[in-house]
């Protein structure tokens, strides 16, 4: 079976740096769609980042785009975001999803079919 664990998330001040980590198992990173979804409360979950690890093309949501890197570590199976620059406006549980590396590898939840269970980004003003 396919496992992803996130780790990394805290409570941070406005203006602030974290790295998430999200460590695979039952699945290649380096053959995949792998992406970044968050979601907070009250409010509809909304993809952040995608990779398409074979070819190393990305995509980021605008309110992200120049502040959050996504990336991957093939040697770890591991999938990163550093995210800088934080804003309040970025306080969501977030979520590493893996899924086919064919068609698109864009921010479409329903073609994601493996889910961590999520590491809460917290920030304050």
């Known amino acids: 079976q396919v496992q992803l664990v996130e780790s990394g998330g805290d409570s941070v001040q406005a203006g602030g740096s974290l790295r998430l980590s999200c460590v695979v198992s039952?699945?290649?990173?380096?053959?995949?769609?792998m992406a970044w979804f968050r979601q907070a409360p009250g409010k509809a979950r909304e993809g952040v980042a995608s990779l398409a690890t074979a070819v190393g093309s990305t995509y980021y949501t605008d309110s992200v785009k120049g502040r959050f890197t996504i990336s991957q570590d093939n040697a770890k199976n591991t999938l990163y975001l550093q995210m800088n620059s934080l804003k309040p406006e970025d306080t969501a549980m977030y979520y590493c999803?893996?899924?086919?590396?064919?068609?698109?590898?864009?921010?479409?939840?329903?073609?994601?079919?493996?889910w961590g269970q999520g590491t809460q980004v917290t920030v304050s003003s």
């Open positions: 999803a893996a899924g086919s590396p064919f068609g698109l590898c864009t921010l479409q939840a329903p073609r994601f079919g493996s």
């Open positions: 039952g699945f290649t990173v380096r053959r995949g769609c």
